[in-house]
């Protein structure tokens, strides 16, 4: 499938991120892609932004492919378990974070846990890092094996943001190019 044929909502992390996030970059770059924003990106409402995700599936076009990072996976996740997200077809999920932990985490992300365990009922890929400050590695491979998604092992990466290096990050669109012919 092609990037042209769907509708790609990106749900970005805490904060929104800055303008040189991988993310940010591909909203530009990608013409079908549009982000699906919290109202409050430094407080985010769970229920608020998971409605909004809904309302965003619900009024493409096309079919839906979600492009998440960080507190935009466990949007993502809390979107499927609640409504099964109809019209998505797949799901890119980004450095997903343990909000079950509590110690060093932002307390604006204590209403996003516990992050659903159900199976995504569309294909879908996390890609995660090693060095994570948000999410050991064992974590996300206990979420991704319940949501039978395929999970990608990015080695000593970080958060996989702008800050751990990943503004342009071309080894995520090989990915994400992996997501979309497994979709089609």
């Known amino acids: 499938m092609k990037t042209s044929e769907v509708d790609i909502l990106i749900l970005p992390g805490l904060t929104g991120g800055t303008p040189q996030h991988w993310y940010a ?6 013409e079908t ?3 699906v924003d919290p109202a409050d990106p430094h407080a ?8 909004k995700l809904v309302d965003a599936v619900a009024a493409a076009r096309r079919p839906v492919v979600l492009v998440a990072h960080s507190l935009g996976t466990a949007v993502a996740v809390h979107a499927t378990k609640e409504t099964g997200l109809p019209g998505v077809a ?23 846990a516990p992050l659903p365990r159900n199976p995504l009922p569309f294909p879908s890929m996390v890609v995660a890092s090693r060095t994570d400050v948000w999410c ?30 990943h ?11 992996m997501l979309m012919k497994r979709i089609g």
């Open 25 to 30: 970059r591909w909203n530009d770059r990608l």
């Open 33 to 35: 892609a549009r982000r």
């Open 44 to 51: 985010p409402d769970r229920a608020e932004w998971t409605k």
């Open 90 to 112: 797949g799901a890119f999920l980004v450095a997903v974070p343990d909000v079950e932990r509590t110690e060093n985490m932002p307390a604006e992300v204590a209403g996003f």
């Open 136 to 165: 050991d590695y064992e974590r996300v491979e206990d979420f991704a094996a319940s949501w039978g998604s395929l999970l990608i092992d990015a080695g000593d990466a970080g958060h996989l943001n702008d800050e751990s290096g």
């Open 167 to 177: 503004g342009p990050w071309p080894e995520g669109l090989t990915r994400f190019a």
